[in-house]
């Protein structure tokens, strides 16, 4: 197996990440349903998800992407993630691409799902950085961000038109040698949530 190509699965205790397959389509459908309202990010429907897709495929075809469908502890198709922008040469990932099934927000199974991804990120991969980008505008998603102990590192102005929306993306990034503070960090969040039954 090569871990720069090949999509693994990641098992947690509230959250497992697999390899997205063409088959998770109506349940990935299922699981956006309640996101189109989002201004901040592109929300595949039934009309665009198979372009969606062809554009996933691709960017593991080149070496650029690894898709995860996310899988509550039910084992139920609450969403997805994936690594994109890679480069092996520059020993970077980000983590992007996220979306989440409302019924899974604000729960404990995102701040887990990151940790696999970080720590498969780092341990496995080997990366020198990992960053993350969101909407500037999009302030919970920045709070999450910050609380996992990423870096600020600036704001892509202008950086892209989503939905009609002219966005600042702003960029954070969590750095090889930040990694073991930032894995206890989590840790300390999952067992928070642990306490309060996530």
């Given amino acids: 197996m090569n871990p720069w190509r090949d999509v693994p699965t990641l098992p947690g205790r509230h959250v497992t990440l697999r390899p997205m397959a063409r088959a998770d389509r109506a349940g990935l459908l299922q699981a956006f349903d309640g ?12 009309a665009s998800i198979d372009a969606w897709m062809d554009r996933v495929e691709n960017d593991v075809a080149a070496g650029r992407g690894l898709p995860f469908t ?24 980000e983590i992007g691409g996220t979306l989440y099934a409302p019924r899974v927000q604000r729960t404990g199974l995102n701040t887990e799902a990151k940790y696999m991804l970080l720590r498969h990120a780092f341990e496995v991969l080997e990366v020198n950085c990992v960053q993350i980008r969101t909407d500037f505008l999009n302030q919970a998603s920045r709070r999450a961000i910050e609380r996992l102990g990423a870096r600020f590192d600036g704001v ?10 002219h966005r600042d993306s702003v960029v954070y990034s969590i750095l090889a040698h930040e990694w073991p503070g930032v894995r206890r960090n989590i840790e300390l969040l999952m067992a928070r949530y642990e306490g309060e039954g996530a």
Avoid: K
């Avoid at 996101?35 to 039934?46: A, G, I, K, N, Y």
């Avoid at 198709?77 to 990932?93: D, Y």
């Fill in 156 to 165: 892509l102005r202008g950086h892209m038109i989503l939905n009609g929306h």
């Fill in 70 to 93: 996310v899988l509550d502890a039910e084992g139920r198709i609450s969403g997805a993630t994936r690594f994109l922008r890679m480069s092996r040469t520059h020993r970077r990932v």
């Fill in 35 to 46: 996101l189109r309202q989002l201004f901040h990010t592109t929300v595949p429907d039934d």
